[in-house]
């Protein structure tokens, strides 16, 4: 087939939100998709609503072999099995390729299988849910962040941010964007690892003392890592106060982490972390590819994060035994 200036593999909520963006602000873009959620695409288009309102026929793929080249390459698949879908697009001849999974670990993937220095990082402040007629509701539009990984602000990192911001998808260019997804995974790990412990709404679980206390331990634990591998960490960028979780007092961490979860009672009082949901549909859990990325960059480093392998092996073990 032509190439393609965007290729986006997976037809979740943010890929079809990014991909029928594009295609209605004339961009040319191959949508890669499999199974029922392919099928619904090649017969009913795109459609989203909320803060967007786009009906859109795509060019679906289903087979990854059948994908040869395109400008940009945009992973939007959820993490399980996310070594298994670069290898099966390494064929693919790419200009930048860049991840909104979570974590950390797809920019390695991604650099081992097109070069760091075709690879991009990036940081999805953007959110929306898959409901079951098969519309997406796009429901959080704040910042779509990418950057090159070794900082430079290059032309080409420019003008595939402007192409995303100008479909209305918001998007900036920075040049500090491991930073800032660091800064995100050291917080995440401590909200996911308590929504599938306590499978409660975000607000309930982050406002809770006891609950807020194991957050606080986890990002400590985390940050220790991301400060052995020579990471930054950027309070503002973050999704908890890290000074405070870091040089304050474990009664003043706590209280900062249940004024996070009061902010979310106020601002979002449903709100529930995607993996929560991924597990209440019974959908696999994104924890080897975060959690125990995590661990295992940690053991390479000898670090001892006994906290967050005590959650990975629970939550694990939640994954194995729920019924599908």
């Not at 650099?111 to 098969?134: I, K």
């Not at 400590?220 to 106060?241: I, K, N, Y």
């Not at 979780?245 to 004024?259: I, Q, W």
């Not at 959690?291 to 092996?313: E, I, M, V, W």
Request: aromatic share 4%; charged share 20%.
């Amino acid at each position: 087939m032509s190439r393609s200036e965007f290729a986006i593999v997976g037809a979740g909520a943010l890929g079809s939100i990014l991909a029928a963006h594009l295609v209605r602000n004339g961009r040319s873009v191959t949508l890669l998709a499999r199974g029922q959620r392919a099928r619904h695409v090649q017969e009913h288009g795109l459609r989203v609503k909320g803060l967007s309102e786009i009906a859109t026929p795509v060019d679906v793929l289903t087979d990854p072999a059948q994908l040869r080249e395109a400008g940009t390459l945009i992973i939007a698949t959820k993490t399980p099995g996310s070594e298994q879908t670069m290898a099966s697009l390494k064929h693919v001849q790419v200009d930048r390729a860049l991840s909104i999974q979570n974590g950390v670990m797809k920019d390695e993937l991604l650099s081992q299988t097109y070069g760091r220095e075709r690879t991009l990082g990036a940081l999805a402040d953007t959110s929306g849910e898959l409901l079951a007629s098969g519309d997406v509701l796009f429901t959080r539009n704040v910042n779509l962040f990418v950057g090159e990984l070794d900082g430079a602000m290059s032309g080409t990192a420019r003008g595939i941010v402007k192409a995303i911001d100008d479909a209305g998808v918001r998007a900036t260019l920075v040049p500090d964007i491991v930073s800032r997804e660091w800064s995100k995974f050291v917080c995440w790990v401590g909200f996911v690892s308590l929504s599938l412990t306590t499978r409660a709404l975000t607000w309930r679980f982050a406002s809770d003392p006891d609950s807020a206390l194991l957050m606080v331990r986890l990002t400590r634990e985390v940050c220790s890592l991301a400060a052995a591998l020579g990471v930054p960490l950027t309070e503002d960028r973050a999704l908890l106060p890290i000074n405070t979780l870091l040089n304050g007092s474990d009664a003043e961490a706590v209280e900062a982490v249940r004024k996070v979860g009061v902010d979310y009672q106020t601002k979002a009082p449903e709100h529930r972390m995607s993996a929560l949901q991924d597990l209440l549909a019974g959908r696999p859990l994104e924890i080897h590819e975060t959690l125990g990325y995590a661990l295992r960059k940690a053991s390479d480093l000898n670090l001892s994060l006994p906290l967050l392998g005590s959650f990975y092996s629970l939550v694990s073990a939640i994954d194995r035994t729920r019924g599908r």
